[in-house]
């Protein structure tokens, strides 16, 4: 039975995540609908968060690590002039300095002193784990706790409106500033937030947080759970994206012939050919002669050492 479990297809939905909602009850609603416990997401969104969560059944389970790691789309929105123990809206406010004059050159300068190859310190709430305990724990826990900083890659940080002279409910007048982020697997926009306030001098925290891609799937390809779940009522089932086109449409693609499918999906490492190598650590994808997805492989010196093996 187990056997038949793992050879499940499945296949990847995109669901539009609502706010209140954490990424496991998504998985948990979509279990319910699919029938089936084999079930992941591809990459966490934070309760307060909406938009993509990229959702995989069966052996598309298998591509989520992968996935995960692709680059991310965000709309937020920052609040200038306080700061809060999570670093959005959801935590305690622990700082009211107000925001008042911030000019457009200073917001422009400490944005792009946060765009590129910068180093970040993650949210102290967060699920990074700290000798073996997750950081939020030990901060709820009532433990100091101090995160090491790690590389990101910030490719754009745009500001859209300022919206200067707001009042927040404790009476604190606040900026808050819509902007956009395109960033590298890793990366806290919420920890962008309040960097962003310590640069200019006032605190700032996340108000709003809508994911609004994951690698190649967008939010116009997402579905909300109440569009899914009429779709499971109706009968038609969880609209799911096929495993062997999920992979053509986030990886780069090799299609080998009969023999070549067989010796990678027995794991050897064949040579890649220089044109179908993908750069840095992206994976690629094998499909042999009748489109199915072999492998997902990664260049090793010029040859192909399988990550996950599909058939």
């Given at each position: 039975?187990?056997?038949?479990?793992?050879?499940?297809?499945?296949g990847l939905v995109v669901v539009d995540k609502p706010a209140g909602f954490t990424?496991?009850?998504?998985?948990?609603?979509?279990?319910?609908?699919?029938?089936?416990?084999?079930?992941?997401?591809?990459?966490?969104?934070?309760?307060?968060?909406?938009?993509?969560?990229?959702?995989?059944?069966?052996?598309?389970?298998?591509?989520?690590?992968?996935?995960?790691?692709?680059?991310?789309?965000?709309?937020?929105?920052?609040?200038?002039?306080?700061?809060?123990?999570?670093?959005?809206?959801?935590?305690?406010?622990?700082?009211?300095?107000?925001?008042?004059?911030?000019?457009?050159?200073?917001?422009?300068?400490?944005?792009?002193?946060?765009?590129?190859?910068?180093?970040?310190?993650?949210?102290?709430?967060?699920?990074?784990?700290?000798?073996?305990?997750?950081?939020?724990?030990?901060?709820?826990?009532?433990?100091?706790?101090?995160?090491?900083?790690?590389?990101?890659?910030?490719?754009?940080?745009?500001?859209?409106?300022?919206?200067?002279?707001?009042?927040?409910?404790?009476?604190?007048?606040?900026?808050?500033?819509?902007?956009?982020?395109?960033?590298?697997?890793?990366?806290?926009?919420?920890?962008?937030?309040?960097?962003?306030?310590?640069?200019?001098?006032?605190?700032?925290?996340?108000?709003?947080?809508?994911?609004?891609?994951?690698?190649?799937?967008?939010?116009?390809?997402?579905?909300?759970?109440?569009?899914?779940?009429?779709?499971?009522?109706?009968?038609?089932?969880?609209?799911?994206?096929?495993?062997?086109?999920?992979?053509?449409?986030?990886?780069?693609?090799?299609?080998?012939?009969?023999?070549?499918?067989?010796?990678?999906?027995?794991?050897?490492?064949?040579?890649?050919?220089?044109?179908?190598?993908?750069?840095?650590?992206?994976?690629?994808?094998?499909?042999?002669?009748?489109?199915?997805?072999?492998?997902?492989?990664?260049?090793?010196?010029?040859?192909?050492?399988?990550?996950?093996?599909?058939?």
């Amino acid at each position: 039975m187990a056997r038949k479990k793992d050879q499940e297809p499945g296949g990847l939905v995109v669901v539009d995540k609502p706010a209140g909602f954490t990424s496991h009850d998504v998985v948990a609603k979509l279990r319910g609908m699919a029938r089936t416990r084999r079930v992941g997401h591809a990459g966490t969104l934070d309760p307060m968060a909406t938009g993509v969560l990229v959702v995989g059944t069966g052996k598309t389970t298998r591509l989520l690590g992968h996935l995960a790691l692709t680059e991310k789309e965000y709309a937020a929105t920052v609040r200038l002039g306080q700061t809060t123990v999570t670093d959005d809206a959801e935590g305690e406010v622990t700082a009211a300095r107000g925001a008042s004059g911030i000019t457009d050159g200073a917001l422009e300068a400490a944005v792009g002193k946060l765009t590129g190859r910068i180093s970040q310190v993650p949210s102290k709430v967060s699920a990074v784990k700290v000798d073996g305990k997750r950081s939020y724990q030990r901060v709820r826990e009532g433990e100091e706790v101090e995160l090491a900083a790690r590389e990101i890659t910030v490719s754009e940080f745009r500001v859209h409106e300022v919206r200067s002279g707001e009042r927040a409910a404790d009476g604190t007048e606040v900026t808050d500033v819509l902007v956009s982020v395109v960033c590298s697997s890793g990366t806290y926009v919420r920890a962008l937030a309040r960097d962003l306030g310590e640069s200019l001098g006032t605190g700032g925290h996340l108000t709003k947080l809508r994911r609004t891609r994951v690698g190649p799937f967008r939010l116009e390809d997402a579905r909300s759970l109440e569009e899914l779940q009429g779709e499971t009522d109706s009968g038609a089932g969880v609209p799911l994206v096929p495993l062997a086109e999920a992979a053509a449409a986030a990886f780069p693609r090799w299609d080998v012939d009969a023999e070549q499918a067989r010796l990678i999906g027995n794991g050897v490492q064949l040579r890649m050919p220089a044109r179908e190598s993908a750069p840095g650590t992206v994976p690629t994808a094998v499909f042999d002669p009748e489109g199915r997805l072999v492998a997902l492989v990664e260049d090793r010196a010029g040859r192909a050492k399988s990550l996950a093996v599909f058939v």
